[in-house]
């Protein structure tokens, strides 16, 4: 007679073992190990014929194997038949981020608090330098892209081996099991996927906040209810926004819910507190997880995702600079060419990369790394010099050079690359600061007086910054309208001024009798202090033998408005009204012209509103209505 099979010596010890999964090989039974009331104990058996042992209360392998009277080896493949397992190709691999202390699979295990045995089935493998985390595709077959993990987050430590193929979820070779209980968890990272499968709860994971969309739409064939754990932090926003976008990009037309637990980051940590409690727990988090979007009658797509008021959590508002630059938010800084607009803004990158104090009793600034944008000045001649004049921590301070594309390289596009912003962020989590110099060089093909279109291209910029907790600081010019009120007379859209949160004005102060001193003044502060603003100037300092640079030197507080710093003198003001005049002399001399085209036109001239309306009845310029539904149009008396 043969001998029985390990997973066939296990059974016959085993009480209430009723088969699952329909292939013979899973079988789910009462815990020896416990006082199991309900079955708990998943038994597999795997391709090399070992069993694999799951208890979801926590029990560990050991023990229930040892509460069976057996020993391990009884639940390994016979000795005759050699144990094999597929290992993933190594492609190629460019590490990210590495760790001196390379981890094994046991590693994690004790970290995570689960049991070995079940993530090496999962596939999980110790390698050279760390361990193997396996992505497979629907099919069960290999992804593209797999990941090493050198560090026991994978924050601190991983990256990825594969080509340069999108990345795609984690678990998408158990996503049958969604369908077969029509709903589906979606976390974040790989360690709350094993959590969850552990619990036998089907779950698809991301790697990274930013992956969203990575989810296609045949992912979630056959799923009737979404529920995604919000982790309670930045990266916890990051992951709402993007996961409601992509269900709603992709047409998803089930139920979408948002689920936490009040003091809990993720699963795994839930787990880490109550191995026995989890599943409790966490059914009890379904039941109560908040309801985003819900399929209407005969599948017709969502109308609107909304969020009650009640269920957000308010939070302070977080400061760069406090009362001036916030944290998560777009600031922008306009001026007149020449008068210190981008060095004003190295020595805020400065500070910040070196975490130094602000002027005057205006507090420290914690340290961060930047990232700076600029399309107009050499870093050899003339930032690195500024920075190094200003102090600053170069090692922590970054510029963009260009943007990888098929063609090799391009410059950067507002309305094309946030995303990738998005994932540069992701990898430099320390970032505080994003410098863009000037905001108008990467518009691309956006109209710049155009309210609608500047609104479009930067939108996604302020969401980027919420999602990451940067400062993201637009530098742009003035235009040169004259007469009109200082928000009006950042360059191009109003939109400018109204998609930030803060504007400030960069002005000469028209009573220093030197003309050096300069002007840093609110035009706009909805979060902070709208007041009073500062005083600064420039001086030389020698960084080197041959290379002398500008640094910043702060004044006092000022309470002057940006209205009035940037107002001409009297005599300016009449120079416009006859500016204007002229304007409409020359511009009328043809014949009549339609009324929009004439503020247009003016409005690219630089002539305000107000001077042009004075400047037309200095001029007795007519307007008349052509026809019932024709448009008006000005003329010469």
């Known amino acids: 007679m043969s001998e029985a099979s390990p997973f066939s010596l296990v059974l016959s010890n085993l009480q209430g073992a009723r088969p699952i999964g329909g292939n013979g090989k899973q079988v789910i039974a009462r815990c020896p190990s416990h006082a199991d009331q309900h079955p708990s104990l998943s038994v597999t058996e795997g391709e090399d014929g070992r069993v694999l042992l799951r208890c979801h ?25 050699p144990v094999t397992r597929p290992r993933p190709a190594l492609i190629s691999s460019t590490p990210t981020r590495t760790n001196l202390s390379p981890i094994t699979v046991a590693d994690l295990a004790r970290d995570k608090k689960l049991p070995e045995e079940f993530l090496r089935e999962l596939g999980l493998e110790d390698r050279p330098g760390g361990v193997l985390v396996p992505y497979k595709l629907m099919d069960g077959s290999l992804a593209p892209r797999q990941r090493m993990r050198t560090a026991l987050s994978a924050k601190n430590g991983s990256y990825w081996l594969g080509d340069k193929e999108p990345l795609t979820p984690y678990g998408l070779d158990r996503v049958m099991d969604g369908r077969e209980e029509c709903f589906l968890a979606i976390v974040e990272g790989e360690s709350d996927c094993w959590t969850l499968w552990h619990h036998e709860i089907p ?7 930013t992956q969203a969309k990575a989810i296609k739409p045949e992912h979630l064939a056959g799923i009737r209810q979404v529920y995604y754990w919000r982790e309670p932090d930045q990266g916890g926003d990051t992951f709402t926004a993007g996961i409601v976008a992509r269900l709603a990009e992709i047409g998803f037309t089930g139920e979408i819910r948002e689920m936490k637990i009040a003091g809990v980051k993720d699963p795994n940590e839930l787990h880490q507190r109550d191995a026995q409690a989890f599943y409790k727990a966490f059914c009890e988090a379904m039941g109560e997880a908040r309801l985003l979007g819900a399929a209407p009658a005969k599948d017709e797509p969502v109308p609107l995702f909304t969020q009650c008021m009640a269920d957000i959590e308010i939070k302070p508002v977080t400061w760069l600079w406090k009362e001036r630059l916030p944290l998560g938010k777009l600031a922008v800084i306009a001026g007149e060419p020449g008068l210190g607009k981008s060095r004003l803004a190295l020595s805020v990158a400065a500070t910040t990369s070196n975490g130094g104090r602000w002027p005057g009793n205006e507090g420290s600034c914690e340290k961060g790394e930047v990232l700076i944008l600029n399309f107009e000045d050499d870093p050899a001649d003339t930032t690195v010099p500024r920075l190094t004049a200003e102090g600053a921590d170069l090692s922590a301070i970054h510029q963009l050079i260009a943007v990888p594309d098929e063609k090799g390289r391009r410059a950067f596009d507002l309305s094309r690359d946030t995303d990738r912003l998005a994932k540069y962020l992701e990898l430099h989590p320390r970032t505080r600061l994003v410098i863009v110099d000037p905001i108008t060089a990467c518009l691309g093909q956006t109209d710049s007086h155009k309210n609608a279109e500047v609104r479009a291209a930067l939108h996604p910029l302020a969401e980027v910054a919420q999602r990451f907790g940067v400062c993201v600081l637009a530098i742009t010019h003035l235009n040169k309208g004259t007469g009109m009120k200082a928000m009006h007379r950042v360059t191009g859209s109003i939109a400018f001024t109204a998609a930030a949160r803060v504007v400030f004005a960069v002005a000469r102060d028209e009573e220093d009798p030197e ?22 100037g420039t001086e030389m300092v020698r960084i080197s033998s041959e290379i002398m640079a500008p640094r910043i030197v702060w004044g006092d507080e000022v309470t002057i408005t940006a209205d009035e710093a940037l107002a001409p003198p009297p005599d ?9 005049c002229e304007f409409l002399t020359t511009l009328l001399a043809d014949g009549p012209v339609a009324a929009e085209k004439v503020k247009s036109e003016a409005r690219g001239a630089g002539v305000a509103p107000i001077t042009l309306k004075r400047a037309k009845r200095a001029v007795k310029v007519k307007a008349a209505k052509t026809g019932m539904r024709g448009g008006w149009e000005w003329s010469l008396p």
């Open 57 to 81: 209360a926590g029990c560990g392998t050991e023990a229930i194997v040892s509460a069976m009277n057996l020993r391990m080896t009884d639940i390994m493949p016979p000795k005759n038949e």
């Open 203 to 209: 779950c698809l994971g991301l790697p990274g906040a």
């Open 515 to 536: 003309g050096k001193r300069r002007l840093f003044v609110p035009i706009k502060n909805n979060l902070g202090n709208d007041q009073n603003g500062r005083s600064f």
């Open 572 to 580: 300016e003001e009449r120079g416009a009204m006859e500016e204007a």
